[in-house]
Protein backbone atom coordinates (compact mmCIF):
# COMPACT_ATOMS: atom_id res chain seq x y z
CA UNK A 1 0.00 0.00 0.00
CA UNK A 2 3.02 2.36 1.11
CA UNK A 3 4.28 1.76 -3.07
CA UNK A 4 1.08 2.54 -4.41
CA UNK A 5 0.76 5.86 -2.19
CA UNK A 6 4.60 7.13 -3.28
CA UNK A 7 3.53 5.78 -7.18
CA UNK A 8 0.31 8.28 -7.00
CA UNK A 9 2.38 11.08 -5.31
CA UNK A 10 4.89 11.09 -7.91
CA UNK A 11 3.34 10.73 -10.93
CA UNK A 12 0.89 13.83 -9.46
CA UNK A 13 4.18 15.60 -8.67
CA UNK A 14 5.39 15.10 -12.17
CA UNK A 15 2.08 16.21 -13.79
CA UNK A 16 1.85 19.34 -11.13
CA UNK A 17 6.04 20.45 -12.46
CA UNK A 18 4.95 20.07 -16.11
CA UNK A 19 1.96 21.96 -15.64
CA UNK A 20 3.41 24.50 -13.95
CA UNK A 21 6.15 25.21 -16.71
CA UNK A 22 5.30 27.82 -19.42
CA UNK A 23 4.29 26.72 -22.22
CA UNK A 24 6.45 27.99 -25.68
CA UNK A 25 4.47 30.58 -27.75
CA UNK A 26 3.06 28.44 -30.69
CA UNK A 27 5.49 30.36 -32.91
CA UNK A 28 8.33 28.82 -31.32
CA UNK A 29 7.08 25.25 -32.01
CA UNK A 30 8.89 23.96 -34.46
CA UNK A 31 5.91 22.47 -36.48
CA UNK A 32 2.81 23.47 -34.47
CA UNK A 33 0.18 20.72 -35.29
CA UNK A 34 2.34 17.94 -36.58
CA UNK A 35 0.80 15.66 -33.85
CA UNK A 36 -2.79 16.47 -35.33
CA UNK A 37 -5.23 13.57 -36.09
CA UNK A 38 -6.53 10.80 -34.33
CA UNK A 39 -4.99 8.67 -31.94
CA UNK A 40 -5.86 5.40 -30.80
CA UNK A 41 -4.59 4.52 -27.38
CA UNK A 42 -4.11 1.03 -25.18
CA UNK A 43 -4.05 1.76 -21.28
CA UNK A 44 -2.38 -1.24 -19.24
CA UNK A 45 -3.09 -1.02 -15.49
CA UNK A 46 -0.06 -1.86 -13.36
CA UNK A 47 -1.07 -0.48 -10.20
CA UNK A 48 -3.72 -1.23 -8.61
CA UNK A 49 -6.92 -2.92 -9.91
CA UNK A 50 -9.39 -0.37 -11.59
CA UNK A 51 -11.03 -0.78 -15.42
CA UNK A 52 -9.37 1.35 -17.59
CA UNK A 53 -9.87 5.41 -17.26
CA UNK A 54 -8.52 6.57 -20.53
CA UNK A 55 -10.38 6.44 -23.91
CA UNK A 56 -9.36 4.03 -26.64
CA UNK A 57 -9.33 7.43 -28.90
CA UNK A 58 -8.24 10.59 -28.72
CA UNK A 59 -8.24 13.65 -31.21
CA UNK A 60 -5.77 16.01 -31.64
CA UNK A 61 -6.01 19.34 -33.51
CA UNK A 62 -3.76 22.59 -33.55
CA UNK A 63 -1.98 20.43 -30.58
CA UNK A 64 -4.70 20.48 -28.21
CA UNK A 65 -6.93 17.40 -27.19
CA UNK A 66 -10.04 18.69 -28.66
CA UNK A 67 -11.87 15.06 -28.41
CA UNK A 68 -12.18 11.62 -27.93
CA UNK A 69 -14.25 9.31 -30.22
CA UNK A 70 -15.34 6.44 -27.30
CA UNK A 71 -16.10 9.10 -25.75
CA UNK A 72 -17.99 11.45 -27.61
CA UNK A 73 -21.43 10.74 -26.15
CA UNK A 74 -20.33 10.81 -22.96
CA UNK A 75 -18.83 13.95 -23.46
CA UNK A 76 -21.46 15.28 -25.31
CA UNK A 77 -23.96 14.49 -22.08
CA UNK A 78 -21.48 16.51 -19.97
CA UNK A 79 -20.76 12.80 -18.41
CA UNK A 80 -16.91 13.18 -18.80
CA UNK A 81 -14.62 16.49 -19.38
CA UNK A 82 -11.39 16.45 -21.05
CA UNK A 83 -8.54 18.25 -21.44
CA UNK A 84 -5.09 18.26 -22.71
CA UNK A 85 -2.05 19.08 -25.34
CA UNK A 86 1.40 18.52 -26.66
CA UNK A 87 4.42 20.67 -26.71
CA UNK A 88 6.34 21.11 -29.79
CA UNK A 89 8.49 18.35 -28.62
CA UNK A 90 5.80 15.77 -28.37
CA UNK A 91 5.40 15.60 -24.34
CA UNK A 92 1.53 15.24 -24.15
CA UNK A 93 -0.50 16.36 -21.19
CA UNK A 94 -4.00 14.81 -20.52
CA UNK A 95 -6.93 14.45 -17.89
CA UNK A 96 -10.17 13.03 -18.15
CA UNK A 97 -12.50 13.36 -15.79
CA UNK A 98 -16.20 11.88 -15.10
CA UNK A 99 -19.51 13.14 -14.18
CA UNK A 100 -19.14 11.77 -10.81
CA UNK A 101 -15.46 13.02 -9.73
CA UNK A 102 -13.24 9.97 -11.36
CA UNK A 103 -10.08 11.31 -12.73
CA UNK A 104 -7.10 9.84 -14.75
CA UNK A 105 -4.05 11.90 -16.11
CA UNK A 106 -1.96 10.71 -18.60
CA UNK A 107 1.40 12.10 -20.03
CA UNK A 108 4.43 11.14 -22.09
CA UNK A 109 5.41 11.35 -25.35
CA UNK A 110 4.62 10.76 -29.13
CA UNK A 111 7.21 10.73 -31.65
CA UNK A 112 5.81 10.40 -35.20
CA UNK A 113 3.41 8.45 -35.14
CA UNK A 114 3.53 6.56 -31.81
CA UNK A 115 3.53 7.41 -28.52
CA UNK A 116 4.12 6.00 -24.97
CA UNK A 117 3.67 6.99 -21.28
CA UNK A 118 2.27 6.76 -17.50
CA UNK A 119 -1.35 7.29 -16.43
CA UNK A 120 -2.59 7.62 -13.14
CA UNK A 121 -6.20 8.11 -11.03
CA UNK A 122 -5.39 9.61 -7.37
CA UNK A 123 -9.86 8.76 -7.52
CA UNK A 124 -9.21 5.12 -8.07
CA UNK A 125 -5.40 4.27 -6.65
CA UNK A 126 -4.45 3.48 -9.79
CA UNK A 127 -2.07 3.70 -12.67
CA UNK A 128 0.15 1.91 -15.63
CA UNK A 129 1.48 2.69 -18.98
CA UNK A 130 -0.09 3.78 -22.02
CA UNK A 131 1.14 3.26 -25.80
CA UNK A 132 0.00 5.10 -28.67
CA UNK A 133 -0.33 4.59 -32.56
CA UNK A 134 -1.70 7.43 -34.92
CA UNK A 135 -4.87 6.41 -37.66
CA UNK A 136 -7.36 3.82 -38.23
CA UNK A 137 -8.27 1.48 -36.24
CA UNK A 138 -5.27 -0.39 -35.36
CA UNK A 139 -4.53 -1.28 -32.10
CA UNK A 140 -1.44 0.53 -30.72
CA UNK A 141 1.22 -0.89 -30.59
CA UNK A 142 1.07 -3.46 -33.05
Known amino acids: MRRLGIFVLGAMMAIGAAQAAPRESASAAPE ?7 WVFEARTTVGSCPGLLPDQIEIRGDLL ?18 GYVEGDGAIMTRFT ?21 WSSSTDKCGGAWRAHRGGAQRAGR
Open 98 to 118: TQDGRVARAHGHLRGNAGQGA
Open 32 to 38: AGRYDGA
Open 66 to 83: VGTQAGAAALAAGRMAHW
